[in-house]
């Protein structure tokens, strides 16, 4: 017998959390034409572009030979070389610059809508280093309880105390101890990544996988489990194998590549067919049934009494997005069940 997760079927609500893990494909989904001042977004493949690294790169190559193709694979060779210190430090530099100057454009973006499309049960896992995630939670503050989020690669707008093992926007002092917190160390895509060695990206990993054990609904959004990135995959692939609810649980995957692709890339992470390939973010849970996700899959799979969708559709500006979730927020807080009044019991 699958273990069924926490369900309160008085006010039809699930506990366990959803998970949501980014990648830059949801970055590039944010700012398909760039960012606030027309920034082009890369793919990690693409970094070399955007940052005004080619000439470097090709400066190398005319001495080594070929790096490989795209960013991931010649920052990982020119590491492995190991005599261009300097330039490595010069790249690192040049990305930082790069991703620190990103801003979100002014209309809802799908970050708006993860940050308060979730519960504070849930939680975000991103391997971004944009400042998307933190633009996002400060603007939509001040309304709803927001889920956690992590930053398993590190990112530019995060800076950390370590002896208070707090994490904050960068630019402010540890807002516990006072004292001046360390900017976060950005993970570049070397292969065989140590997620073990910097305390503070391995408490990230540990959340993920803490997260992941519990989750009854995954999103995994732009993120395309590189097969270079061998310890990523292995530590999602393993923990949610782990998971005991996971018979039950259900992934979604929103990706615009080859659906063949896609399922080659994560057959290993789902329990038999529970799983969805969309190539939007609209058609996602989060946004079909805003802050309550888990709840209405549970409805739906559990229950076998599908409740009604609730997207932002209508809502066009941040300002009303934080309406809208107020309004659901304030049912959270009242302790209301969810969908007392308009479920159809026969379904449909
Ligand atoms: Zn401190």
Redesign the pocket.
């Given at each position: 017998m699958p273990t069924l997760p926490r369900f309160d079927v008085k006010k039809n609500r699930i506990q366990n959390p959803h998970v949501v893990i980014l990648g830059a494909g949801a970055s590039i989904a944010a700012c398909p034409d760039g960012d606030m001042n027309g920034l082009k977004l890369p793919s990690l493949q693409d970094v070399q572009h955007a940052t005004g690294l080619d000439a470097l790169f090709k400066r190398i190559e005319a001495v080594e030979g070929s790096l490989g193709d795209g960013f991931e694979a010649k920052y990982s060779r020119l590491v492995h070389i190991g005599k261009y210190l300097a330039e490595i430090d010069q790249i690192n530099s040049s990305v930082r610059d790069y991703f620190s100057r990103l801003q979100l454009p002014d209309r809802v973006t799908p970050y708006d809508i993860i940050i308060l499309g979730l519960r504070e049960k849930d939680s975000i896992f991103t391997f971004n280093w944009d400042p998307f995630l933190l633009q996002a939670l400060r603007r939509c503050s001040g309304v709803a309880s927001a889920p956690s989020i992590h930053f398993l690669h590190g990112c530019v707008d995060v800076s950390f105390?370590s002896?208070?093992k707090?994490k904050s926007n960068a630019g402010i002092p540890?807002p516990?101890?006072g004292?001046a917190m360390e900017a976060s160390k950005l993970l570049f895509p070397v292969a065989n990544k140590d997620y073990d060695s910097d305390p503070v990206i391995r408490d990230e990993w540990s959340a993920l996988r803490h997260a992941l054990d519990d989750a009854y609904f995954v999103t995994v959004f732009g993120y395309s489990a590189p097969v270079t990135d061998v310890a990523a995959r292995k530590i999602l692939i393993d923990t949610f194998s782990n998971n005991r609810f996971r018979e039950m649980a259900e992934i979604e995957i929103i990706d615009i590549r080859n659906r063949d692709d896609i399922e080659a890339a994560w057959s290993d992470f789902y329990f038999s067919h529970h799983y969805g390939i969309f190539d939007s973010f609209e058609h996602s849970q989060i946004y079909r049934h805003f802050r309550r996700s888990c709840d209405a899959f549970a409805m739906a799979s559990l229950q076998c009494n599908p409740v009604p969708e609730n997207s932002p559709s209508d809502v066009s500006t941040v300002k009303q997005l934080k309406e809208f979730a107020a309004s659901l927020f304030h049912e959270e807080r009242a302790d209301a069940k969810f969908w007392e009044a308009h479920v159809n019991p026969f379904g449909g």
């Open positions: 105390c002896a208070c707090v540890c516990r101890c004292n």
